[in-house]
Structure formats: C-alpha cells, structure tokens
C-alpha cells in the first residue's frame, strides 16, 4: 500500500509537471494576421460587446487619434456607404495612392482627441476607454483615458472624445520619478471601474525591466483636475505587463506580457485580482514576438496580439494552473 502511494504520487507529480510547463506553440492558433496597411504597429484590442464579431484596435504612440473595427476575419470594416470612396485592402491602398481614385481607409478618428503613447483600450459595454498612459521616461504629467461612446462601425465615420480623465499615480513626485514604475500598458473596466496595471523598468534604462507591477483603481471622474489613482495591490510575480482585458462574464482577468500570459479568477472578495487564483502560460518570443494586445472571443477563448498585427487564441482551460515557486 506504501509502495502504490509513492507511485501514484510520483504519477501525480509528473502530470502536474508537465501540465505547469506546457509548450505555448502546442496551444496557441494562429487565426491570421492583420494586414491593412494603417493598423502599422497593433497595441491594443478589445472586442465590442454591442456589435456582433467586431473587435477594435489601435496603433502605438505618434499615429493619428484614430480606431479601426476589424470583423472576426481581421479584415477591416468601413461603413458601406463610404465603400466607394475608401480602400480596405493594403493592395487597394497602393493602387489607390497610384490613381488617386480612392482613398486608404483612414478608420475612425477620434475628434478632440491626440496620441501621445496609446497603450490600451477597453469597453463598459456601452463606452470605449483608450489609455493614453505609456510612459517610457516616466516623466509624463498629461496621462489619462478618454471615454468615447461606441460607434456603430458600418454606419459611423469620425467620433468625438466625450471626455478626457487626467490621472496621476499617488505615490510619484518627481518627474521623472526615481524608480521608474509609473507607465501602464493594461488597463480593464470591471464592476463599474476602470483599473490599471503598471509595467516597470530600471530607472534611466528604457529596455531594462523590472519585476513587479501595481494595480491601480480609478475612483473619480474629474475632467478638470487630476483623478488619483487609487493602489489596490502589488504582486511581485508579474514582469512587464502590456495588455489587460476581462471576460464577458466578468469571472476572469487576462493580463498578457512579453514571457507570458496569465490568467486570473475574480477575487472572491473585494478587487485584489492580482492576487487570485491564476493560470499562467509563457509565450516564446519567436512566436509571439512583441506581445501587447489581449482581449476575450468568448468567456473560454482568448485572442492575444502583436504590435506585428498577428493574433492567436488559447483556450484558458489550456493553460497551465499557476502555483508559486514553481
């Protein structure tokens, strides 16, 4: 009887080994590739919750205040009546840049709106929330979200911003700060509040990470003024994350990173996400490569992105239960 304990054990061991440390190339799908020219490096994505299979994305710092709506082929939609007039294919944008007889689909822009360093986007259900947070020197004083009321994609054009959130974090005084720990790439609405994630770097080095990161909660909504951000928890298990989004139901966070992937379940009490229960997966750069949007095709299926516009699903019963040390 000893002797079947110590093998099934030993069984156990094995299997929960293999389990924790599966290959992310055996359960991630490639679903395709963004291939529309403007979409030039993707950051952020999240999938409406009015409109069936559309899902809305972003470009890095320095492009234009614009969104695209992408259908679930990855193909870009533009309003039907304005079909006539724009490209929605890289190769029709170059003939159209040669004959001048349509123009390169300049998706939708978003009126009193600018990018600095977009990072991120999540919805309500009813609002789209664009982080304008990326803070690479950690010296920025004009961070913030702007809140737009979702378009109809197939049947609007340019947006207006309805506001604009200025936040700081509570704990920064200098600018840049000493440690450099006050730039967000993650941000997800949950229970009537939007939250952050910050990423962080060894101070004066922009390329050299730091482990660790904060979640943060936004508490007011002043459009004249600063909303300080409210520090909810500190997990020191996280490196560099730079996406976030939550499930449909509410009951998962996925947070993604350049290494990995994690998932968390909703806190049973209060918000300390960073600290439930969690599944994580460690991503290969050659496949992965800059790893920086996530969002949810369902309650089970995730969709993770690249800043080179290819996108992959995982189902998140494929990925491995986290235990600590290990």
């Avoid at 978003?110 to 009813?126: F, L, R």
């Avoid at 993650?186 to 060894?202: N, P, T």
């Avoid at 918000?271 to 229960?277: E, F, G, Q, V």
């Amino acid at each position: 009887m000893r002797l079947f304990r110590y093998l099934m054990a030993s069984l156990c061991c094995v299997s929960l080994s293999l389990f924790v440390f599966a290959d992310a190339d055996q359960l991630l799908e490639k679903t395709g590739s963004v291939t529309f020219g403007p979409i030039s490096e993707m950051s952020g994505i999240v999938k409406s919750k009015q409109y069936d299979d559309v899902y809305w994305v972003h470009n890095d710092s320095g492009d234009k205040p614009r969104l695209f709506a992408l259908d679930a082929n990855w193909k870009v939609i533009i309003p039907p009546f304005l079909k006539s007039g724009y490209a929605s294919t890289s190769e029709q944008h170059a003939k159209s840049e040669a004959d001048s007889k349509m123009k390169g689909w300049p998706g939708n822009t978003i009126e009193a709106a600018s990018n600095i360093d977009w990072e991120d986007i999540t919805t309500d259900g009813d609002m789209l929330y664009v982080a304008d947070m990326g803070n690479n020197g950690n010296a920025r004083r004009d961070l913030g979200v702007y809140v737009i009321p979702e378009p109809n994609p197939t049947a609007t054009k340019d947006i207006r911003a309805l506001k604009f959130l200025p936040v700081r974090f509570p704990s920064q005084q200098r600018y840049p700060a000493r440690n450099w720990h006050y730039d967000t790439e993650s941000i997800f609405h949950s229970d009537g509040s939007l939250y952050f994630i910050s990423k962080h770097r060894q101070p004066g080095k922009i390329d050299s990470w730091e482990q660790g990161a904060v979640l943060y909660r936004l508490d007011s909504e002043f459009t004249d003024r600063y909303n300080l951000l409210t520090e909810v928890e500190r997990s020191d298990e996280i490196l560099v994350p730079t996406g976030a989004d939550l499930s449909p139901d509410g009951r998962h966070l996925a947070v993604i990173c350049y290494k990995d992937v994690w998932v968390f379940s909703k806190p049973k009490i209060g918000d300390r996400w960073l600290s439930a229960p969690a599944r994580r997966l460690s991503l290969d750069y050659k496949q992965m490569k800059t790893s920086e949007a996530v969002t949810w095709v369902d309650d089970h299926t995730l969709v993770l992105g690249n800043e080179e516009r290819d996108l992959f699903t995982v189902s998140i019963s494929d990925i491995p239960v986290f235990i600590s040390g290990k």
